[in-house]
Nanobody, 125 residues
Framework: QLQLVESGGGLVQPGGSLRLSCAAS????????IGWFRQAPGQEREGVSC????????YYADSVKGRFTISRDNSKNTVYLQMNGLKPEDTAVYYC??????????????????WGQGTQVTVSS
C-alpha cells in the first residue's frame, strides 16, 4: 500500500524556518514526481514545489522561490521541504503528494495519485 506521511509542521515566528518531511512507504521514490501543496483556510489548494524523480528537476511557485528548497534522500525514501524566511501568508496545511512519472518532469497541474494527511504550518508572532 502506497503511503505518504508528513511531519515537521508547527508554529514559527515570521522570518523563521521549518523543515517538512514526507516519508514514503510501499514504493520507492525513484520514478515518482513528488509535489508539496498547501491549503489555507477559505482558499484553494495551491502548488508550492515539486521534484521529478526521473529527471532530477525541481519547480517552485513564485511565492516561495528563493525561500523554499525541495530535496530528496533516496536512502530514507523521504522528500523534504526546507522553508526559510517564513511569512504569515505561508500559514496553511501542507501536503505532499506522489505520482508515478517515469518519463516526465513534475508539475502542479496534473493529478497526483497518493496524498499524505497534511501537516499544519503556522507563521505568527
Amino acid at each position: 500500500q502506497l503511503q505518504l506521511v508528513e511531519s515537521g509542521g508547527g508554529l514559527v515566528q515570521p522570518g523563521g524556518s521549518l523543515r517538512l518531511s514526507c516519508a514514503a512507504s510501499g514504493f520507492t521514490l525513484d520514478y515518482y514526481a513528488i509535489g508539496w501543496f498547501r491549503q489555507a483556510p477559505g482558499q484553494e489548494r495551491e502548488g508550492v514545489s515539486c521534484s521529478s524523480g526521473s529527471f532530477g528537476s525541481t519547480y517552485y511557485a513564485d511565492s516561495v522561490k528563493g525561500r523554499f528548497t525541495i530535496s530528496r534522500d533516496n536512502s530514507k525514501n523521504t522528500v523534504y521541504l526546507q522553508m526559510n524566511g517564513l511569512k504569515p501568508e505561508d500559514t496553511a496545511v501542507y501536503y505532499c503528494a506522489a505520482d508515478y512519472r517515469p518519463n516526465s518532469g513534475c508539475s502542479f497541474y496534473v493529478p497526483y495519485n497518493t496524498w499524505g494527511q497534511g501537516t499544519q504550518v503556522t507563521v505568527s508572532s
